[in-house]
């Protein structure tokens, strides 16, 4: 009888859902197969580093590298054998033509080790470039010298090696043309063994771990399909925390610079001071060594054996550095979670890096609670809402120490509670609801100015919900003002910072002047607008989904970025019958479309003002990821109210099809960061 039940229950299961099962399991195999496939890049043998010496305090250069200058650095190596000598050039991002020499020797007997002719045009602007040579064995404790000598270049046509201004490094000693410098050359000396990344019984068991995480989701969705809120942390939280841990240190977007703002809140530096230095603040240097160990080293796979040993690196928050970080512009109330990471890793661990994943971690866990508090009270199109929550920028922000995380998902949570003082079972607009609408609404109004006209959304809420139209008025007002006064005291606060305009990707931007220049010639910046958006919207709209959602180097797969592209756009025109309820005011549609095209028009202007030199007829600079906080406006907007959907069933499909993007995308990056 047990038998028959349970036999009667599967063929009821899969007659009703055999589209879903059949798509978890053709895609189960499709996983199984691509990792079968790369499974070399981890169980074939690589190089994998291991540092001897480093050197990596750095705050300056030694200048053009001319003549036949002669630079000759001394180090004591710390292991048994060396086999590679890494040295950072700046090359001015020039095209350089020339050599350089290069030469190794034991610096006791003065025996030559290795020479080498190195061509400039090889040389990457502040990457390191690699000298390998015979394995040098017996080492530890021996003295050794690496003298890099020009070739008769000319100023303007050669590069430069950065160097430390004091002499942190005391086993060696620098000297240029047979004077001796104070400070030492950044470089490392490595040792390089070959091995594969995982023996194939560890990878065979955590590919079985992967499918098996990912077929039992499938099933725990299926528990949840009349519960959304919870089908998200299905989804989320493996596919988070495995993003947390998997890319690389550093190579999220802009990750840099939020790590630094993190630390400087953590201490309550919520503004750049006035220094000696300049405007900026004073950093642990050990934040910025941390990085140069672990930053722009993964281009050829994950360098594993690199980060272990950065963990060891100790904060010692009494030596510190100026640092001007562009950052520090955004409100100290959008960094909460990464800067509580970063008093718990100074506390538990005393370790930079460890802060920082700490940082991801906890910025992470602060996505996944705002959105679920979004999904569980907007009371219409939450199938929309699920699909934003979960885009692959979205995550992979919120994975990172990026405050876009807090802002997306504020953005969501504000949105999603005016839909439910609009259209929920809220009477009376009371002043608890305002309390609550103004808390949520700083965090969006205050990361960054191009979002303050969401506030308007507060307009679609009926008449009918107010004592009458001065009440209507009154409370409305109050809302402008609660997000508006904040805003308006942190941006006098750090009005000196502002003034600032951040120079480093185009030195010939003058904020001031394009705004005159705009100002003069409207009809020239409207036509630059239109061209702009025609011209880059297609590839904005893509990167918005995720196409390159960290440092421009790991591609989700199309299938995905067009997948989510589809279904956004039903679920966009498509309604059940609870969203029906935002089909009777005409106007409640007039607003959305104009948030949403004050917000678009004020993103590219302030990129114009910011980013571009003065009359630029396209604007660059404009990144998708900047309209994922008004994407849902674009959606809502475009509901097609003829369109309803009576299959509350479609909800699991669309679970199931977004849970199989969502490893997809964990995969890929998986293969590619390796």
Partial sequence: MFKGGFKNKLYTELKNYWLVWSLALVVFFLFSLYIYENRSTFIVPKEVEHTVVNQKKSDMTIGEITGNMEIVQSFVAEKDQFLRIKIPFGTYKRELQGTFSFELREAESGDVLFKKNLNLNELQDGLSQNFDFPTVRHAKGKKFEFTITGGGLRTGNTATIWKSSADHYLQGELTINDIEMDGDLRFKVMDVETKPLLSKSVFVLIGMIILLVYLFSVLALRQFKDKMHKAFLITAIPIGLALVVIIPPFDQLDEL???????EVSEG????????????NYIPASLIETVYDVRYIHQTGYKYSIVKEAFQNKLHSEDRVFLR?????????????????????RVLFDSPLIMMFLGRLLNFLAYTVIVYAALKVVPVKKNLFYLLALLPMSIVHATSLSADGITNSMSLLFVAYILYLAYGQVERIACKHLLIVIGIGLFVTLSKIVYIPMVLLFLIIPLSKFANQKDYLKKFLIVIAGCLIPFIIWNLMNLSNMAVPDLRINPGVSPKEQVIFVLMHPFYYIKTLVVTIFSQGPSQLVAMVGKVATNYRYLAPSIVIFTYLFVMLLFGLMNDENDLKMKGRRIDRFILVLILLTVMVLIYTALYVGFNTVGNPIIWGVQGRYFVPIAIFFFLSISNYQIINKNRDINFLVYTIIHCSMYALLLSYFVQIN
């Fill in 269 to 280: 530096k919520l503004i750049n001071q006035q220094t000696e230095r300049g405007l900026g």
């Fill in 257 to 263: 610079e939020h790590y630094y703002r993190s630390f």
């Fill in 325 to 345: 970080n562009y950052a520090s512009s955004y409100p100290p109330l959008i960094y909460v979670p990464q800067a509580l990471a970063m008093i718990l890793g």
